[in-house]
């Protein structure tokens, strides 16, 4: 008894082995694929590297609100600064006898 893709003596017909050899390439390829699939979800998890992502994260954010303070206060003192300088101006100017007030 053979079906369609054996001959009397059990061997495939050269068809049916080419599309085995397709099929066991293909097989290899996923499974390679799905190796490194399985390694970089390893790195993830690894505990030493959620550590040091949740370090970053902190990092980058702490960084970040330092940063916006300091912009906040080199701000705060232009303004102030400049409001300084023309409350003196003023003030000089009123100073000077003969200078209307």
Known sequence: MTDDA???????DPEAHAEVEVLETDIEATRGEM??????????????????????????????????????VMDTAADTGGGVIETIRHMCRRAKPGQPH
């Open 35 to 72: 190796t490194d699939t399985v390694q970089t979800i390893g790195e993830r998890l690894d505990p030493a590297n959620i550590v040091q992502g949740a370090k970053d994260t902190v990092r980058e954010a702490t960084v970040g609100r330092v940063e916006q303070m300091t912009s906040n």
């Open 6 to 12: 054996t001959n009397a003596s059990g061997d495939l």
